[in-house]
């Protein structure tokens, strides 16, 4: 991705989620895809897809269960 896309994407991502902390960082070796970072950890991975004359962009988080809080004794 170029440096111009990369803006754009980590400013609509910041926009979105009204978070300033989101940055992207390119990855060596890989041109169609970036990661994403929160406070400098990261979360995930931004591909770019073109098809057709078009281009989009797919964001892929994974979320360890053992990251995730104990659920409280009164949720199922």
């Not at 400013?11 to 169609?32: G, M």
């Not at 994403?36 to 962009?57: A, M, P, Q, R, T």
């Amino acid at each position: 991705m170029t440096r111009t896309e990369i803006w754009r994407l980590e400013k609509y991502l910041r926009n979105l989620f009204r978070l300033d902390t989101i940055t992207i960082v390119q990855r060596p070796k890989q041109d169609d895809s970036v990661e994403v970072h929160i406070n400098g950890e990261f979360i995930g991975v931004l591909f770019k897809d073109e098809e057709d004359g078009e281009i989009s962009y797919a964001f892929n988080m994974a979320i360890l269960e053992m990251d995730l809080p104990e659920a409280p004794a009164t949720r199922t």
